[in-house]
Nanobody, 121 residues
Framework: QVQLVESGGGLVQTGGSLRLSCVAS????????MSWFRQAPGKEREFVAG????????NYADSVKDRFTILRAFAGNTVYLQMNNLQPEDTAIYYC??????????????WGQGTQVTVSS
Protein backbone atom coordinates (compact mmCIF):
# COMPACT_ATOMS: atom_id res chain seq x y z
CA GLN A 1 0.00 0.00 0.00
CA VAL A 2 1.26 3.45 -0.93
CA GLN A 3 0.86 6.28 1.55
CA LEU A 4 0.97 9.94 0.54
CA VAL A 5 1.28 12.58 3.24
CA GLU A 6 0.97 16.28 2.48
CA SER A 7 2.31 19.07 4.65
CA GLY A 8 3.14 22.76 4.47
CA GLY A 9 -0.32 24.27 4.41
CA GLY A 10 -1.37 27.12 6.63
CA LEU A 11 -2.63 30.68 6.78
CA VAL A 12 -0.95 33.30 4.63
CA GLN A 13 -1.74 36.85 3.53
CA THR A 14 -2.55 37.77 -0.05
CA GLY A 15 0.67 37.97 -2.01
CA GLY A 16 2.49 35.61 0.30
CA SER A 17 4.10 32.26 -0.42
CA LEU A 18 3.87 28.68 0.79
CA ARG A 19 5.64 25.48 -0.12
CA LEU A 20 3.67 22.25 0.05
CA SER A 21 5.34 18.86 0.34
CA CYS A 22 4.07 15.38 -0.44
CA VAL A 23 6.05 12.41 0.82
CA ALA A 24 5.37 8.92 -0.49
CA SER A 25 6.03 5.74 1.46
CA UNK A 26 5.35 2.05 1.00
CA UNK A 27 5.53 0.40 -2.42
CA UNK A 28 7.91 2.26 -4.76
CA UNK A 29 6.16 4.55 -7.23
CA UNK A 30 8.14 3.45 -10.25
CA UNK A 31 7.66 5.90 -13.13
CA UNK A 32 4.45 7.27 -11.66
CA UNK A 33 3.48 10.85 -12.31
CA MET A 34 2.61 12.98 -9.31
CA SER A 35 0.09 15.78 -9.27
CA TRP A 36 -1.56 18.31 -7.01
CA PHE A 37 -5.31 18.86 -6.88
CA ARG A 38 -7.34 21.22 -4.76
CA GLN A 39 -10.92 21.48 -3.58
CA ALA A 40 -12.68 24.49 -2.13
CA PRO A 41 -16.05 24.36 -0.33
CA GLY A 42 -18.90 24.09 -2.81
CA LYS A 43 -16.58 23.44 -5.74
CA GLU A 44 -15.39 20.38 -7.61
CA ARG A 45 -11.90 19.09 -7.13
CA GLU A 46 -9.62 20.65 -9.73
CA PHE A 47 -6.23 19.87 -11.16
CA VAL A 48 -3.49 22.28 -10.11
CA ALA A 49 -0.15 20.94 -11.33
CA GLY A 50 1.49 17.68 -12.32
CA UNK A 51 4.93 16.32 -13.07
CA UNK A 52 6.19 13.17 -14.79
CA UNK A 53 8.43 10.67 -13.05
CA UNK A 54 11.47 12.05 -14.85
CA UNK A 55 10.45 15.65 -14.29
CA UNK A 56 10.66 16.29 -18.02
CA UNK A 57 7.02 17.31 -18.40
CA UNK A 58 5.19 19.65 -16.07
CA ASN A 59 1.59 20.78 -16.46
CA TYR A 60 -0.25 23.62 -14.74
CA ALA A 61 -3.79 24.83 -14.55
CA ASP A 62 -4.22 28.20 -16.23
CA SER A 63 -5.28 29.74 -12.93
CA VAL A 64 -1.92 29.03 -11.29
CA LYS A 65 0.49 29.15 -14.21
CA ASP A 66 3.36 31.61 -13.60
CA ARG A 67 2.63 31.64 -9.87
CA PHE A 68 3.03 27.99 -8.83
CA THR A 69 5.92 25.64 -9.50
CA ILE A 70 5.87 21.86 -9.12
CA LEU A 71 9.16 20.10 -8.44
CA ARG A 72 9.99 16.46 -7.84
CA ALA A 73 12.90 15.50 -5.64
CA PHE A 74 15.76 13.64 -7.26
CA ALA A 75 15.04 10.56 -5.12
CA GLY A 76 11.51 10.47 -6.51
CA ASN A 77 9.62 10.03 -3.26
CA THR A 78 8.78 13.67 -2.66
CA VAL A 79 7.00 16.30 -4.71
CA TYR A 80 6.77 19.99 -3.86
CA LEU A 81 4.42 22.75 -4.84
CA GLN A 82 5.92 26.21 -4.50
CA MET A 83 3.08 28.72 -4.39
CA ASN A 84 3.87 32.41 -4.86
CA ASN A 85 1.66 35.49 -5.00
CA LEU A 86 -1.16 33.63 -3.31
CA GLN A 87 -4.69 34.96 -3.72
CA PRO A 88 -7.88 34.32 -1.72
CA GLU A 89 -9.14 32.23 -4.64
CA ASP A 90 -6.35 29.76 -3.90
CA THR A 91 -7.93 28.86 -0.56
CA ALA A 92 -8.66 25.13 -0.62
CA ILE A 93 -7.59 21.75 0.61
CA TYR A 94 -4.66 20.61 -1.49
CA TYR A 95 -4.22 16.92 -2.30
CA CYS A 96 -1.31 14.96 -3.68
CA UNK A 97 -2.00 12.07 -6.06
CA UNK A 98 -0.16 9.58 -8.27
CA UNK A 99 -1.12 8.40 -11.75
CA UNK A 100 0.08 7.49 -15.21
CA UNK A 101 0.06 11.04 -16.55
CA UNK A 102 0.40 14.44 -14.86
CA UNK A 103 -2.86 15.95 -16.04
CA UNK A 104 -6.55 16.35 -15.20
CA UNK A 105 -7.66 13.51 -17.51
CA UNK A 106 -5.36 10.90 -16.02
CA UNK A 107 -6.43 8.14 -13.66
CA UNK A 108 -4.96 8.44 -10.20
CA UNK A 109 -4.13 5.42 -8.08
CA UNK A 110 -3.39 6.95 -4.70
CA TRP A 111 -4.41 10.08 -2.85
CA GLY A 112 -3.18 11.84 0.25
CA GLN A 113 -5.37 13.20 3.03
CA GLY A 114 -4.84 16.82 2.05
CA THR A 115 -3.45 19.97 3.63
CA GLN A 116 -5.40 23.18 4.16
CA VAL A 117 -4.27 26.40 2.53
CA THR A 118 -6.02 29.60 3.57
CA VAL A 119 -5.22 32.96 2.00
CA SER A 120 -6.53 36.04 3.79
CA SER A 121 -7.26 39.31 2.04
Amino acid sequence: QVQLVESGGGLVQTGGSLRLSCVASGRPLSRSAMSWFRQAPGKEREFVAGITWSGGVRNYADSVKDRFTILRAFAGNTVYLQMNNLQPEDTAIYYCATGREPGPLASYDYWGQGTQVTVSS
